[in-house]
């Protein structure tokens, strides 16, 4: 079998080619397709940035208007899925149940293992109804009923709208709220081999259907070191809050190895100088508070935190700044989102990124993932009866 290297959490190993996204860590500078997540962010739509991702260029008008049609009508969950949801407890977390009913989509669209086309509405499908099933989580949680989708709504409005409607009031989706949303979704939607999107390509591999495929991956994403961290960061900033702003005392924790406790929102395999979506988060963190009006006592929080962690030989010395995560979770509840939702916003956002590299995947035929490893335990025992042992 030759010498097989261990490299634990393939800090060095690639798994793959990919031509779909640009990332130089120690520069911090983030591409999809070639495009800067700067211009991105700033002038393109989460649907654009979905459709360049998936078929690698961005779309032109009729190709964009066909994409965004195809998504809005098929936005409408079969009706028996929300029956499966209706099992779930009242306080489940949105992620188990968004993991759950994207696998349970597996057997309401038998058609994926013939699909010849990887391009089919299996990925129409993934993107429209996501965010609907999304939704239903926290309707329940309100024990409000759920909304249905609007289809003469944009993507973000049509989320905002299944979220926030009331059949008692009316309710106007703000601009600013749905401006907000998509450059969030856009700065999440890819971020090469991370443990989820490795997750959607390696079970892939063994040429599973998009949906199980996906399903890991929202599973893998769920973790606290990884998408799951958003949740923790304003947890965490929470808690300091509540424990009298004593900035200093979560600092010496994250430093002390023997307390099992890490600052959330810091650090980044890869990005060693700045994570170039923290950037444009924390900036657009501070908007979004400016136009709706509101002062989060959790923000200062956060802006004394960074201040002082990055003053902190610590962090410095490991290169350790604020990630994706740190700030998202401050929009977040700017637009209203409770906190154990955060990931399943980070789940939306990431969705593309996934297909389009699961698509990648398939379409390059890549072999089966199946690492390699070094056995460590006793090569040969012989059976010992039960009376004996
Ligand atoms: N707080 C305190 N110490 C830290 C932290 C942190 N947040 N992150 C890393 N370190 C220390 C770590 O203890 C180690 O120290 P030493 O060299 O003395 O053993 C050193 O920095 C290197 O860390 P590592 O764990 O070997 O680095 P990694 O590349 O394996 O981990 C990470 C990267 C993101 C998992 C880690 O930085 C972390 O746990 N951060 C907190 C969770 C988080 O914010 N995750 C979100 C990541 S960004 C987007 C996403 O994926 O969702």
Redesign the pocket.
Known sequence: TGHITIDA?Y?NTGATKSAITFLDGENGILNYRGYSIEDLAEKATFLEVAYLLIFGELPTEKEYADFEYEIRTHTLVNEDMRKIFEGFPVNAHPMGVLSSLVSAMSAFYPDHQDAEDLTSLHIIRLLAKLPTIATWSFKKSQGHPVNYPQNDLDYCSNFLNMMFALPVASYEVDPVVAKALNKLLILHAD?EQ??STSTVRLVGSSQANIYSSISAGISALWG????G??Q??IEMLEAIKNDGGDIQKYIDM??D?TSGF????????VYKNF?PRARIIKKAADDVLNKLGIKDPVLEIAQKLEKAALEDEYFVK?K?YP???FYSGIIYRALGIPTNMFTVM?AIGRLPGWIAQWKEMRTNKEPIGRPRQVYTGPVKRDFVAMSER
């Open positions: 959490g800090k971020h991370n443990c606290p070191l990884h998408g961290a958003n923790e960061v994250a430093k190895k890490r600052l959330f929102g810091f650090g980044h395999r994570d490991r350790l990630n994706v995560d980070f």
